[in-house]
């Protein structure tokens, strides 16, 4: 009997505290705190700029920024791992004249091989859009854009 005691309190636990799909877990916030900064950067450099958008160098750069502070902390900016995860920026060069803006972007972030397996993949795109999977890899990017059908972060 003593062997079903701690069985008997895992389930009770497991069944009034259930895991929540698409809560976030501590090892996340890292991956979403980045992903926000640029995102939140890339929307203000958009609204200065009729729409177009830059890389996050050009977003951590006082002469990008139209003079002004940079937008983007110079260390987020070079997207190093963080936490067990990898972060990847996917650009969608403007076809005009001004050859270093962008029309749109995305950034994804994936566990690093070997880290922590439970950790989820993300993808943050410049509307504001971050969604995530379980997959070891992170959510498909298309023109700038994150793949909808994985699973919208609240």
């Not at 005691?5 to 877990?25: D, K, Q, S, Y």
């Not at 902390?73 to 403007?94: E, I, K, S, W």
């Not at 504001?128 to 972060?153: E, F, K, M």
Request: charged letters at 15%; aromatic letters at 6%.
């Amino acid at each position: 009997m003593k062997q079903l005691a701690p069985v008997c309190t895992l389930l009770v636990v497991m069944f009034v505290f259930p895991p929540r799909v698409g809560e976030r877990r501590p090892v996340d916030v890292a991956a979403i705190g980045v992903l926000r900064a640029v995102v939140t950067a890339q929307q203000g450099y958009s609204a200065r700029h009729g729409g177009r958008f830059a890389s996050p160098a050009c977003l951590a750069a006082a002469d990008c920024a139209g003079g002004g502070a940079p937008m983007l902390d110079p260390a987020v900016a070079t997207l190093p791992d963080r936490a067990g995860y990898r972060f990847t920026f996917h650009p969608v060069p403007f076809a005009g004249a001004d050859s270093g803006a962008l029309t749109g972007d995305a950034i994804t972030a994936r566990p690093i091989d070997g880290a922590v397996s439970h950790l989820r993949a993300f993808c943050a795109d410049a509307g504001g859009h971050i969604v995530w999977s379980t997959a070891a890899t992170s959510p498909a990017v298309r023109d700038g854009r994150c793949n909808t059908t994985a699973t919208i972060l609240r």
